[in-house]
């Protein structure tokens, strides 16, 4: 037992539930948005440019990848 009682694991059920329909609700809007052309998408290989080479300072920031 985990000393837990069913309103907190229905609780965490349900929190976690709402999480993931935020997700998918914002996923379903960013991908309206790139099928009208208002948002743009990175290809694999500009994405992954140069990260084996970056510091760890460098990781998530546009140094290193080329131009689009």
Known sequence: MTGRSKAEY???FVERGLDDLED??????????????????VS?????YGLDNMTNAERGS???RPEE
């Open 10 to 12: 229905l609780r965490d």
């Open 24 to 41: 998918y609700y914002l996923a379903a809007e960013v991908l309206e948005q790139i099928r009208l052309c208002e948002e743009s998408v």
């Open 44 to 48: 694999a290989e500009n994405f992954w």
């Open 62 to 64: 546009l140094a290193g």
